[in-house]
């Protein structure tokens, strides 16, 4: 917190700052093992591709897809299981955008979701955004905190806020409280039903994808992954 101010953002004659800090820090409640991760192609568009170091698991998923959008969505619990992260793609790689909205994370969480067997294919990211949300809060109509706002009850110097800040930092890794530790001939694991065999459903993160950070039903964080 202490080197996210630069001393230039405050200004003299202000002494007020609204610093807004979000760390999302949880193990997953089915872990990835480490000796399964691969180094794979991300799909940035069409007709250019990057490596990524590709995390896999095999296990039971809560799903929801939209056939007409051609969507598929996952629910990945953290070890607290009142919070979770949401994934999802559209089959085509330049899809995502008709499927964002401002409230989309609301909207694909209150979908039905069904519970599927699932060799879910993941790369490792690492999110860093830090925004200055002045410009956007004064577009909105919010000007007068910054110039001839009232401030008296929190001081009695004439104050007026110089600086609305957010900074965000998520890290996506293997970790989880419960790693699975399949053999590396994962591709042959299946589930037994009696007599019966059923191979897993294959889902991988190879393309844009966009990913949410829940609370119970409190959005924490919504974002896309578009390069890596």
Not at 89 to 110: F, I, M, Q, R
Not at 200 to 206: A, I, Q
Request: charged share 20%.
């Amino acid at each position: 917190m202490m080197n996210w101010l630069d001393e230039q953002n405050i200004m003299l004659q202000n002494n007020i700052a609204l610093l807004n800090g979000i760390y999302v820090s949880g193990r997953w409640l089915q872990g990835f093992d480490k000796r399964l991760t691969k180094e794979m192609d991300f799909h940035l568009s069409p007709s250019k591709t990057v490596k990524v170091n590709m995390m896999k698991v095999t296990g039971y998923f809560m799903v929801s897809r939209c056939p007409i959008l051609g969507v598929k969505i996952l629910k990945l619990p953290l070890e607290n299981e009142r919070a979770q992260m949401l994934v999802g793609l559209t089959d085509d790689t330049e899809g995502l955008d008709s499927v964002l909205a401002p409230n989309a994370l609301k909207l694909w969480n209150e979908r039905h979701f069904n519970k599927e067997f699932i060799t879910l294919y993941m790369p490792r990211f690492e999110l860093t955004s830090d925004m200055d949300l002045t410009p956007t809060l004064m577009k909105m109509g919010i000007s007068k905190l910054f110039s001839a706002a009232d401030l008296s009850g929190i001081n009695d110097e004439l104050t007026n806020v110089s600086l609305i800040s957010q900074n965000i930092h998520l890290m996506v890794n293997e970790r989880g409280i419960s790693s699975i530790n399949w053999p590396l001939m994962e591709d042959n694991i299946i589930e037994k039903q009696g007599n019966l065999s059923k191979k897993p459903t294959t889902v991988k993160l190879d393309h844009p994808f966009f990913f949410g950070i829940l609370y119970d039903d409190m959005s924490l964080m919504f974002g896309r992954i578009s390069n890596l």
